[in-house]
């Protein structure tokens, strides 16, 4: 496998991880994943990734190379920019603003999440970068880091992600996966404390889909 490296020093990598590649071992996956692949080129480092990407999300994942790095990287990374790109069924009304739903575990499947009124607070903020009135391109930035924040919180709102199958229809003008990449993010480097931007380009299938979407992006993607 050939890794997409945006970012490497002594201390942290950070990858652009495609679609459906896992990012550590599980009892699903016991080998072929992004730690895998990074401890085959560095066998004596001690990897370990900081927040999550779903296996079919693409984009940023950062990964500590020693422990004392990971543990610093956790005790910023709440205060990390993190932007997302999300293309959503819908046409999104207000352009901009915020959705501040609690999130809980579904008690029919613990691997879901969904809106109630006892869990954890989480807020996302989105602005919808495009849109023909049947899908809208959003960037989105997460305030907080709960499990499937964005997907959960826009299908409450009625904005699906495209190709979501957990939380909205499956398929998506011949999407097979959910339309969310982890774009951007700036960090304070957990050593160095040197301001950090870090941006993954969109992947082909993603721009596959604007095309058969007939979306257009009018605005820039920066901030």
Known sequence: MILEILFEDEW???VNKPAGLVVHPT??????TLLDELRARDPRATFSPVGRLDKLTSGIVVVAKRGAVHAELQRIWP???KDYLAIVNGQVEPARGEINLPLGTDPADRRRRIVRSDGAPSITQYERVAGDGNCSILRCRPVTGRRHQIR???AAYGWPVLGDAVYGPPGGARL????LHALRLILRHP???TPLRIEARIPDDLISLFTATGLRLTTHLQL
């Open 152 to 154: 959960v919180h826009l």
């Open 12 to 14: 942290l990598v950070a």
């Open 79 to 81: 205060s990390t920019e």
């Open 27 to 32: 009892y699903k996956n016991v080998s072929g």
């Open 191 to 193: 050593i160095t404390a």
């Open 176 to 179: 097979h996966r959910h339309a």
